[in-house]
């Protein structure tokens, strides 16, 4: 079973507004039996005013590794992020990475 092993802040931006923010994550995820062992897969929390604001100064978006929500709550954001790497369980832990890495960016593509 995957399991988050750890779920870190890279880079935070927050605007004048609670709605308007761009979080860099590192996520860990790795079989909760091997303690320790895991892959690194990183993402982008970003609110739709601060994707707006990007796109209207002519800014091009790549959406692989952003997910977008206008409330910030780190509780929905962990569930949810569970919710993805249940889906992506898989007896050959490879393809397992390999499937999350269409949600996240993952260590080992760059």
């Known amino acids: 079973m995957l399991v988050i092993k750890a779920l870190t802040r890279i880079y935070e931006n927050w605007g004048d507004d609670i709605d308007d923010f761009y979080i860099t994550y590192h996520i860990d995820i790795g079989p909760k039996e091997i303690e320790?062992?895991?892959?690194?897969f990183s993402f982008e929390l970003i609110s739709p005013k601060r994707?707006?604001?990007?796109?209207?100064h002519g800014d091009?978006?790549?959406g692989h590794g952003h997910m977008i929500t206008s409330d910030f709550n780190e509780n929905k954001l962990e569930k949810t992020l569970s919710r993805i790497i249940n889906k992506c369980e898989n007896d050959d832990i490879n393809k397992a990475y390999n499937d999350l890495s269409k949600y996240f960016r993952w260590e080992m593509d760059e």
């Open 36 to 40: 320790g062992a895991s892959d690194l």
């Open 60 to 62: 091009v978006i790549i």
């Open 51 to 56: 994707l707006y604001k990007m796109v209207d």
